[in-house]
């Protein structure tokens, strides 16, 4: 375990923290005006290898050359020219520290983290962090690499569950959840919805995908993986009856048939390793997706039951009310998508370029 220390006097700065791997959720920015809770649980912390917030600098400002050597491989709007390898924790582990009002940003609900670091050391006045707490963002503290230190500390320092005990241990991820909203004309609100976390995860998934797919459509299972994939594949892919085909793997599962070419796995949440087959040579491309939503797509849940008055028996389900489902069909979030697919080298592909330089705001509308 570890603590985060002020490099200007040494004072610390968090509990003790054991380290996993960062949530592909962690830049999502959901909705308008929606209350996402905390993005680390209490006691962890993730480091972040990207650059995140200003100072930054247009495309044209950079050129291709200085992108690729920072692992951009298509044209972006923008880069960020900050620190990369910040760590992130939940804001309740932060110690030790004072908020700088004055580093309020744009933000309209809560902080943003616009004006650079908005927390300052309470012993040396040292800037060591930037809170993030805003609607539509995930809420997180970010410990600056260069103004803090980790140090060990003693502590439980148990090893990473192995892919058996996941299977049987980890925490699914329902596909549906409530969204609350800053209160507006008529007061705070809320609305049942796909999950953010879904939404994320299917972005990032969804990059990967259209790589393995080599420019051929993709076929993967009914149910709701289709829901989830099939028709941004199909409004992406060229048509034909020479499909790929894509199946879920992973721990507990028997193998893929030889016929398969991609296979959904699972992340370990700790060491962000992606599952692989026991057999070194499977020649199926893997495409990862958080643990917690491999679990529901490889054994989802009925719909949960919902409490019976009177006398019905204790194992008869009601149809009234019927359970809340969304709106809208499924949509991957755009920018976890358009994040992941740029920083992958298989863009430079003539097609896929194509694809991204088409994906504009009226032509994917219904499919982020």
């Known amino acids: ?129 930037t809170r993030v707490d805003d609607c539509s963002l995930w809420q997180m503290v970010r410990l600056g690499p260069d103004v803090v230190h980790r140090v060990p500390v003693d502590g439980v320092h148990a090893a990473p569950l192995s892919w058996a005990e996941l299977a049987e241990k980890g925490e699914k991820t329902p596909p549906f959840e409530p969204i609350a909203t800053w209160g507006g004309r008529l007061g705070p609100n809320h609305y049942w919805s796909w999950s953010p976390r879904w939404e994320a995860a299917a972005g990032h998934a969804l990059a990967h995908l259209l790589i393995a797919s080599e ?3 993709v076929e993967v299972p009914d149910g709701l993986t289709a829901d989830v994939f099939q028709r941004a594949l199909d409004t992406l892919l060229p048509t034909g009856t020479l499909k790929r085909r894509a199946v879920l793997a992973g721990p507990g599962r028997s193998s893929p048939d030889a016929g398969v070419d991609i296979l959904l796995v699972p992340v370990h949440p ?23 939503v491999w679990l529901w797509l490889a054994s989802p849940e009925p719909d949960l039951p919902v409490p019976a ?23 991957a979030d755009r920018g976890t998508f358009h994040h992941t697919l740029v920083r992958l080298p298989a863009v430079r592909s003539p097609w896929l370029r194509t694809i991204l330089e088409n994906l504009t705001q009226s032509t994917s509308a219904g499919l982020f």
């Open 1 to 129: 375990m570890f603590v985060f220390v002020c490099a200007g006097c040494g004072a610390e700065l968090t509990v003790p923290l054991s380290q996993v791997s960062l949530p592909v959720h962690a830049r999502q920015q959901y909705g308008n005006g929606a209350q996402l809770p905390v993005l680390m649980e209490s006691g962890t912390f993730a480091v972040d290898p990207d650059p995140w917030g200003g100072p930054w600098r247009l495309w044209d400002e950079i050129g291709p050359g200085e992108a690729e050597a920072r692992g951009i491989h298509a044209p972006v709007r923008a880069l960020s020219d900050g620190t990369p390898g910040a760590s992130v924790i939940a804001p309740g582990d932060i110690r030790g520290t004072r908020l700088l009002p004055e580093k309020r940003g744009g933000a309209c609900c809560g902080l943003d983290g616009a004006d650079g670091p908005n927390m300052a050391c309470q012993a040396c006045g040292l800037p060591v962090a």
């Open 215 to 217: 420019g051929q459509p």
């Open 270 to 292: 700790r060491t962000g390793r992606t599952w692989t087959p026991a057999d070194p040579t499977t020649p199926a491309c893997l495409v990862p997706l958080p643990l917690g």
């Open 309 to 331: 008055s009177g006398r019905i028996a204790h194992d008869v389900l009601r149809d009234d009310p019927l359970p809340l489902l969304p709106h809208h069909p499924f949509r």
